[in-house]
């Protein structure tokens, strides 16, 4: 897998990179035609200098104006070249890259999840783009020229002499400072993502409970909260910005020295008679030139602690707990429903009770379960077990007597479905939603619309079924009839064993009857486990418990009291 393989040394992301082993050919040609055609120039102003003015030679001016405008156009042409093909290479790479990270977080262990921010998985996913710029961005494509430093410097020493080791000396300085700011650098990037991490978190908490913060007109709270993390995250992204722009900086200013220095050396060799004026100029420019890669090479060297810190929190995605468990043999196809808990015990940390402790139940298939109870009494993370979605600390869940724990219960997906007490829907149509955006389901999807009776209401809105929708759909579209549209939902793939987490809880008295009437036509037909209080859907079902204190009581119904009687 591609975020396995970041993991590893660091290099060898670079063979993560789309296309890179096919291009790399191309790749390095490129780059030696670029530092090739940069020769041109200086050669040209020296020719200029030593040749062309002292003889008044116009012709050999023509001809090397010309030479020199064809290794500039080729120069152009070979840098574009380069830039597309190492655009395509970043792209591929941040598509590949990404899509996997989001695939991990996706397929992760909801309490892996859970354990924490929004606000840090978002960090973390933001890091791909660093990688692609620290593997494939302009920093490395200009590292490629580092390898032809050495011509430049070969050609400044052949023409002049010993005033080569003044652009080495600068560039042996150039390190030292980059590699004391490196230092410093480091160390404010990791505070600023602690902090930024803090601050993303407290911004996605506020804005989802944005209801909640102005009914308790806690608006002037949360801002007070949220200056003090911001002017944290200022005084770290302040420091970072700081030693972040040393490089380029520290990178002009040797520039300049170095121009300024080999023109000094140049004009007393020249006074000497060491030295033509064309062989000054030419230097001049060549170390320059030289300097370029040495200074990107370095540039890249500096931002090796964000592509380290970059791989770190990739590599903490790549960690991430996944839910399914594909070594395993795969879940049977056909399940009759069959629901069965031997001694299941779970608790969310080690240090705190039970939530869930040794309950054992078993409901046949195509019955109906009820459980009822107070506040939070674990109902919720009862029906997260049977659907694999928790692992139990101890015990045993099975379906159609397959223990979970030893096939892929990712296979169950489509045959378990879950309704949580309030829908949620997201960005697309009506019909999206209850497609689960796959258009070959419209049809599944319009028929058990129907049967959740949404035509009528649906109809009535300009679009019907193609209206847009997205998770705040709830402030024009009533609360009962998103509970309906995410029913729908469940429905689509005709699930064996369907849960519903107190569903009714936010519906009105019509949505109620409708799904009331749903319940009495999926009755015999597939398994369901309704958590519910109220009488009418209690009378519904089979067999009724009562969950208190981590544990399942079951309750004598009117039907146990007429089955006796019989």
């Given at each position: 897998m591609?975020?396995d ?6 290099w ?17 040609f490129?780059t030696?035609?670029?530092n090739l055609?940069?020769l ?6 020296m ?8 003889n008044?030679?116009?012709a050999?001016l ?6 020199c405008?064809v290794?500039i156009?080729i ?7 380069r ?9 591929r ?9 989001v695939?991990r977080i ?5 309490e892996?999840f859970?354990?924490?921010?929004i606000?840090?998985?978002?960090d973390?996913l933001g890091t791909?783009?660093t990688?692609?710029g620290f593997y494939i ?11 032809f430093?050495?011509?430049y ?5 052949y023409?002049g002499g010993?005033m080569?080791l003044?652009p080495l000396?600068?560039?042996?300085l150039?390190v030292?400072?980059i590699a004391?700011?490196r ?14 991490d ?7 908490e506020?804005?989802?409970g944005?209801?909640?913060v102005?009914?308790q007109t806690?608006e002037e709270?949360?801002?007070?909260r949220y ?11 302040m420091s970072?910005?700081f030693w972040g722009?040393?490089?380029?900086n520290?990178?002009?200013t040797?520039?300049?020295?170095t121009?300024?220095?080999m023109m000094?050396?140049?004009t ?13 100029s030419?230097?001049v420019?060549l ?5 370029q890669?040495?200074q990107?090479?370095?540039?890249l060297?500096f931002?090796f602690?964000?592509?380290?810190l970059?791989?770190?929190r990739?590599?903490?995605?790549a960690?991430?707990d996944?839910d ?5 043999p795969?879940?049977?196809i ?9 001694d ?5 940390r080690?240090?705190?009770p039970p939530?869930?402790d040794?309950?054992?139940?078993r409901?046949p298939?195509?019955s109906?379960?009820a459980i009822?109870?107070a ?8 029906l997260?077990?049977?659907?694999g979605r928790?692992?139990?600390?101890s015990?045993?869940v099975l379906?159609d007597?397959?223990?979970?724990a030893?096939w ?17 829907l997201?960005k697309?149509?009506?019909?999206d939603?209850?497609a ?9 999807a319009?028929a058990?619309?129907?049967m959740?009776g949404?035509d009528e209401?649906v109809g009535l809105?300009?679009l019907g079924y193609?209206?847009m ?7 024009f579209?009533?609360s009962g009839l ?6 729908a939902?469940?429905l689509v793939?005709?699930p064996?064993?369907l849960?519903f987490?107190?569903?009714?809880s ?5 949505s109620?009857e ?6 009495s036509?999926?009755?015999g037909?597939?398994?369901i486990?309704?958590v519910?209080?109220q009488?009418?859907?209690l009378?519904?079902?089979d ?7 981590g544990r399942?009581h079951?309750v ?7 089955d006796?009687?019989g």
């Amino acid at each position: 897998m591609v975020l396995d393989r970041l993991n590893g040394k660091w290099w060898e992301g670079v063979l993560v990179v789309p296309g890179v082993a096919r291009n790399a050919v191309d790749m390095i040609f490129a780059t030696a035609a670029i530092n090739l055609a940069a020769l041109a120039v200086p050669i040209v102003l020296m020719q200029v200098y030593d040749r062309i003015i002292p003889n008044q030679s116009g012709a050999t001016l023509v001809w090397l104006v010309a030479g020199c405008a064809v290794a500039i156009l080729i120069d152009t042409v070979v840098r574009w070249a380069r830039g597309v093909m190492g655009g395509w290479m970043g792209a591929r790479f941040e598509h590949l890259v990404g899509s996997e990270a989001v695939d991990r977080i996706l397929n992760c262990r909801i309490e892996v999840f859970e354990s924490h921010g929004i606000g840090v998985h978002l960090d973390r996913l933001g890091t791909v783009g660093t990688l692609k710029g620290f593997y494939i961005g302009q920093l490395f494509l200009s590292a490629l020229d580092l390898p032809f430093a050495a011509l430049y410097f070969g050609a400044i020493a052949y023409v002049g002499g010993h005033m080569a080791l003044f652009p080495l000396v600068i560039a042996g300085l150039f390190v030292v400072v980059i590699a004391y700011a490196r230092t410093r650098f480091r160390a404010a990037r990791d505070g600023e993502h602690t902090i930024n991490d803090r601050r993303y978190n407290f911004i996605i908490e506020t804005l989802a409970g944005i209801h909640l913060v102005k009914a308790q007109t806690m608006e002037e709270q949360m801002l007070r909260r949220y200056e003090r993390l911001q002017g944290a995250a200022a005084e770290a992204n302040m420091s970072v910005g700081f030693w972040g722009t040393i490089p380029v900086n520290a990178g002009m200013t040797l520039s300049q020295i170095t121009m300024f220095g080999m023109m000094l050396l140049g004009t007393v060799e020249v006074i000497h008679g060491d030295l033509t004026v064309g062989g000054m100029s030419a230097c001049v420019m060549l170390a320059g030139r030289a300097l370029q890669p040495v200074q990107s090479a370095i540039g890249l060297w500096f931002r090796f602690s964000d592509a380290t810190l970059a791989r770190r929190r990739l590599a903490d995605i790549a960690g991430l707990d996944p839910d399914g468990s594909p070594d395993r043999p795969a879940f049977p196809i056909d399940i009759q429903g069959a629901v069965e808990l031997r001694d299941v015990v779970f608790r969310y940390r080690p240090e705190l009770p039970p939530v869930v402790d040794a309950v054992s139940l078993r409901i046949p298939p195509e019955s109906v379960v009820a459980i009822t109870g107070a506040g939070a009494c674990g109902t919720t993370t009862l029906l997260h077990l049977i659907m694999g979605r928790l692992k139990p600390q101890s015990g045993r869940v099975l379906i159609d007597d397959y223990d979970i724990a030893e096939w892929d219960h990712t296979d169950l997906r489509g045959r378990i479905d879950y309704v949580a007490p309030s829908g949620t829907l997201f960005k697309g149509t009506i019909l999206d939603n209850i497609a689960m955006f796959d258009p070959t389901m419209h049809g599944a999807a319009l028929a058990a619309a129907a049967m959740l009776g949404l035509d009528e209401p649906v109809g009535l809105l300009p679009l019907g079924y193609e209206t847009m929708v997205d998770n705040q759909a709830s402030n024009f579209l009533p609360s009962g009839l998103v509970q309906r549209i995410c029913i729908a939902r469940s429905l689509v793939t005709r699930p064996r064993v369907l849960l519903f987490d107190k569903t009714s809880s936010s519906m009105d008295h019509e949505s109620e009857e409708v799904f009331l009437w749903l319940l009495s036509k999926l009755k015999g037909r597939c398994t369901i486990v309704l958590v519910a209080s109220q009488p009418r859907w209690l009378e519904l079902a089979d067999e009724v418990y009562v969950m208190a204190g981590g544990r399942l009581h079951r309750v004598e119904t009117s039907r146990d009291e007429g089955d006796a009687d019989g």
